[in-house]
């Protein structure tokens, strides 16, 4: 299926289930019906492409007109639509943002059309990681106690807490990964219902609930619009050793807040440090993909390649969490021929036209990103961000779609409403109830999160030797090295179970995740 050529290689759209490549090549042409090809390296102008001179300097990452391109035409990569000719383009032409434009997408959808079921593994054969079983039921890859906030004016008392428990202090608590405070700017000057006001409920109640953590205290002010005891109310929460709730105002200050909030944790560290990990099943694992700071070589190398990971997981029954609405869109449509039905299809199309009008109402456009240092690193449009992005889904049927911050309560391949930006997604992916993220980048990110370990993957060999000290897998060498998407795609896997059984990642073990908590703000401030 891939044939390869002089001086680089065709291959078909990275979202199925093989790409080869020869070290060094000097451009990539992803379909046949592709007019625009992606090179490998910088060239000069005249440079020969396949038979194409170049007629300027062209960056690396950044594509080619492999022919003539009219105005108005198509340019199209990974067999799909990125964009449209602002301008006539000439074959050996560098075609990005000076005459490339966006226009909205206007596909057509189907439903179910594509459906290729994993080949489940039997329960008997299953994969295990070295997980904490919690007294619910649930899984954790952790084991944190965290101290929450309901708004913005505890955030100061939360972080005192937590900063208390240094090494000294967990020193007899070997089996505690820490005290964590979960801090945020809302809370309060906020409507008390509608999407803002729900969101933040979702999130508070998925990090007071996250099996990572062994005990949750929360801190209020106590006049906020999210009140705590309203939370326990909407979500049936119960107060107990291992799960305690204050408010500075019936406390009487911030002072008294801090010490009984230390008196508070203390109580729960001995019993929290009885946690033991034990063999759990793969299928426990729900996983985060997630990308950021993403270049050209994102949707060729690491994203599919975290695609097969997630195959991977799905067969053993695990679940695969893809979010980040504004980055599929315009590949939405490929994601509604693996919904396993029509109703989880539009759910997909319904949070699309929540989008569409969310940016209009604000004065935006769903083309605002890329960002400027996706667009450095050759990504020209969002349709051509978001076709890379998907890959991170893999090949199995898309079996739900959950609103922000919601419980994911399916197997398999999911999808949860976000905003684009990493923080606030990954914040919502937690709260849904992923115990492991695993974070694509090209440009190079320095994201962690806590208490879901993040493991990162560079998409390409010069950002992965740059910053190897924040690099956890190297997908560019499926490039420069000949390592094929399977092979890749395994060792992600791997590494997921390895990290998810207590191997820290290096965001971890840099001890990133305190100040990656974002909520997504929605709605007006009052």
């Known amino acids: 299926m891939v044939q390869n050529g002089r001086d680089g290689f065709q291959a078909i759209a990275p979202v199925a289930r093989s790409l080869e490549s020869t070290p060094m090549l000097d451009f990539i042409r992803l379909d046949a019906s592709d007019n625009v090809v992606t090179l490998t390296k910088p060239v000069q102008t005249g440079h020969d492409v396949d038979g194409v001179a170049t007629t300027s300097m062209i960056p690396k990452g950044h594509k080619m007109a492999i022919r003539a391109i009219a105005k108005g035409e198509a340019v199209r990569k990974y067999a799909q639509v990125i964009g449209y000719a602002s301008v006539d383009i000439a074959p050996g032409d560098h075609v990005h943002t000076q005459n490339t434009e966006f226009r909205n997408t206007t596909a057509t959808y189907e439903f179910s059309t594509d459906l290729r079921p994993a080949e489940m593994v039997p329960e008997s054969a299953r994969d295990s990681f070295m997980g904490y079983r919690r007294k619910n039921g649930s899984v954790g890859t952790r084991n944190y106690i965290a101290i929450t906030t309901s708004v913005n004016c505890s955030a100061t008392a939360a972080r005192r807490i937590a900063d208390h428990f240094g090494p000294d202090e967990l020193a007899a608590y070997p089996n505690v990964d820490g005290v964590v405070a979960f801090v945020h700017g809302t809370g309060c000057g906020m409507a008390g219902d509608g999407d803002g006001f729900e969101a933040l409920q979702r999130v508070s109640w998925g990090y007071a609930r996250h099996p990572n953590h062994a005990g949750v205290l929360m801190v209020g002010l106590g006049c906020e619009i999210n009140q705590i005891d309203w939370l326990l109310e909407a979500y049936g929460l119960e107060r107990g050793p291992m799960f305690q709730t204050m408010n500075i105002q019936d406390v009487a200050g911030l002072r008294r807040t801090i010490e009984l909030g230390i008196e508070k944790v203390k109580a729960m560290l001995p019993i929290a440090n009885e946690a033991k990990r034990e063999p759990c099943p793969a299928s426990e694992l729900k996983v985060a993909l997630q990308c950021g700071g993403s ?232």
């Not at 890959?391 to 197997?411: C, H, I, N, R, S």
């Not at 398999?412 to 492991?436: H, K, L, R």
């Open 295 to 526: 270049d050209a070589m994102s949707g060729i190398t690491a994203n599919p390649a975290l695609g097969y990971a997630c195959d991977l997981l799905v067969a053993q029954g695990g679940t695969g969490v893809l979010a980040e609405t504004p980055e599929i869109y315009g590949a939405e449509h490929l994601l509604t021929r693996r919904a396993i039905d029509e109703k989880v299809g539009q759910k997909l199309i319904e949070r699309i036209r929540w989008w569409e009008d969310y940016t209009l109402r604000n004065k935006g456009s769903m083309d605002n990103n890329p960002s400027p240092g996706n667009k450095r690193g050759g990504l020209t449009t969002i349709l051509e961000k978001s076709l890379g992005a998907a890959a991170k889904g893999g090949t199995t049927p898309l079996t739900g779609v959950y609103k922000y911050g919601e419980p994911v309560t399916a197997k398999g391949f999911t999808f949860m409403d976000s905003p684009g930006y990493d923080p606030a997604s990954v914040t919502g992916q937690i709260a849904s109830g992923c115990n492991v993220v695993v974070f694509t980048t090209g440009r190079g990110s320095a994201f962690g999160s806590k208490p879901a370990p993040c493991i990162k993957i560079a998409t390409n060999t010069d950002m992965y030797t740059r910053m190897v000290e924040d690099m956890d897998i190297n997908a560019g060498a499926m490039l420069t090295d000949g390592v094929t998407l399977e092979e890749k795609g395994r060792e992600i896997y791997e590494t997921i179970l390895r990290v998810a059984s207590g191997e820290k990642s290096k965001s971890e073990a840099q001890g990133l995740g305190d100040e990656e908590f974002v909520p997504w703000q929605i709605g007006a401030v009052m």
